[in-house]
């Protein structure tokens, strides 16, 4: 396997995934709005590719906090496998290689709403601990699913606040896990 940047000419390959992987357009509609909106930028995202196939993408994408502006965080949305590659590496593969990318970009926290049983492996861990709240307020019992991985050493000490997304993600519908 094989993880690369998307260029702009990869683009239908990634909106296939995503709507393979999803099972519909909702999420490739997000990424093609995502990737053209420029308040989402500087955006990251990757493709797997095994035996010259593309088979998974994630999307990072600019974040900021409500009273820490100068923290440069990012958003993991969506991270996307084709249903026959699911479950064999390439979803965790994509998620460590965003980060990795991220963090190697000035990135120091990073954040995603997705599933609690498997985003901790890459360092995610409940937002709301640290004071940090999603754009649009999570339902309690799904609170664990909105979290928040530090990139750089002890970037989470002194963070708090409502985070604040690409203009493409400000919808409520997003936010439910």
Known sequence: MRIRLATPADLPEVLRVEREAFGGLDEAELVEALLGDPTAQPAISLIAEKDGRCVGHVLFTRAAIEGAEDT?????????????????????????????????????????????GYYPRFGFEPALRYGLAAPYPIPEDASDAWMVAELQPGALRALSGTVRVAEALMKPEYWRE
Do not use: K
Not at 88 to 114: C, D, K, M, Y
């Open 72 to 116: 440069n965080a990012t958003l993991l949305a969506p991270l996307a496998v084709v249903p026959d590659e699911q479950g064999r590496g390439v979803g965790g593969a994509l998620a460590t290689a965003g980060l990795g990318v991220a963090g190697n970009s000035g990135a120091t926290v990073a954040f995603v709403l997705g599933h609690p």
